[in-house]
C-alpha cells in the first residue's frame, strides 16, 4: 500500500499571513490522484483542494494552492490569508483505483 | 441522500458485545470507504467497497471485524467481541466514480467500556 507522510503535527500561523504545510508519499504508480482535507474540531471532513498526477499545473481554489512536485513526490499545501475559520486538522491523501490513504494530519491554529 | 449518513453518532458498548454501524453512502456513489481514526491520528483504512463487493479489506485488523454492503449502496460495519482498543471514531465515505473525490460522512463514536 501507499504511504503518506506528513512530517508537522503541529502549525501556527498568525491571521492574514501565508503557512505551508508538508505532504510526501511513496508510489510506483504514475498515475494517481492527491487531496487536501480539512476537519474542523468535531467536525467532518471537507476536500479542501485535488491535485492530477498526470497535470503539470497546479490545483488552486481561491486562498488555498498547491505545489505539486511529482519526481520529489511532494504535495505541500499553501493557505494565504490564513482566516481563523481555518484552524483545524489538515490531511494529505493519496488515491489510485479508489484506494484512499491518509497521512496522520497537521494541526493547524490561526491566531488573531 | 444529501450526504454520507452514519449512524448511530455515538455507541457506547460493554467489552464483549457485538455492535453494528451503518452508514448510507450518497445516492448513486459506487464506492464505499470504511476509516477507523483514533484521537489525534490521521484516518486508517480498514475496507472498500466498490459495489457490492469489497474490493480491498486488507485494513481490517482481525477477523472480529466485518463490513458488508449487500445491494451496493447502505454498508455496515460489524465488531464483534468488542475490546476497549476498539474505541475510535469510525469514518464512512463515498465516491462516485473511479478517483474521484471522497465524500465523508459525521462518523460514529464508538466507546468500549
Known amino acids: 500500500a501507499q504511504t503518506v507522510t506528513q512530517s508537522q503535527p503541529e502549525m501556527s500561523v498568525q491571521e492574514a499571513e501565508t503557512v505551508t504545510l508538508s505532504c510526501t508519499y511513496d508510489?510506483?504508480?504514475?498515475?494517481?490522484?492527491l487531496f487536501w482535507y480539512k476537519q474542523p474540531p468535531s467536525r467532518q471532513m471537507i476536500l479542501v483542494i485535488r491535485q492530477e498526477a498526470y497535470k503539470q499545473q497546479n490545483a488552486t481554489e481561491n486562498r488555498f494552492s498547491v505545489n505539486f512536485q511529482k519526481a520529489a513526490k511532494s504535495f505541500s499545501l499553501k493557505i494565504s490569508d490564513s482566516q481563523l475559520g481555518d484552524t483545524a486538522m489538515y490531511f494529505c491523501a493519496f488515491m489510485k483505483n479508489n484506494d484512499m490513504r491518509f497521512g496522520a494530519g497537521t494541526r493547524l491554529t490561526v491566531k488573531p | 441522500g444529501a450526504g454520507v449518513s452514519q449512524t448511530p453518532s455515538n455507541k457506547v458498548t460493554e467489552k464483549g458485545k457485538y455492535v453494528e454501524l451503518r452508514c448510507d453512502p450518497i445516492?448513486?456513489?459506487?464506492?464505499l470507504y470504511w476509516y477507523r481514526q483514533s484521537l489525534g491520528q490521521g484516518p486508517e483504512f480498514l475496507i472498500y467497497?466498490?459495489?457490492?463487493?469489497?474490493?480491498?479489506d486488507s485494513g481490517l485488523p482481525n477477523d472480529r471485524f466485518f463490513a458488508v454492503r449487500p445491494e451496493g449502496s447502505v454498508s455496515t460495519l460489524k465488531i464483534q467481541r468488542t475490546e476497549r482498543g476498539d474505541s475510535a471514531m469510525y469514518l464512512c465515505a463515498s465516491s462516485l466514480d473511479l478517483d474521484t473525490e471522497a465524500f465523508f460522512g459525521q462518523g460514529t463514536r464508538l466507546t468500549v467500556v
Open positions: 467497497f466498490q459495489g457490492t463487493g469489497a474490493a480491498d
Open positions: 508510489t510506483s504508480e504514475n498515475n494517481y490522484y
Open positions: 445516492s448513486g456513489h459506487t464506492a
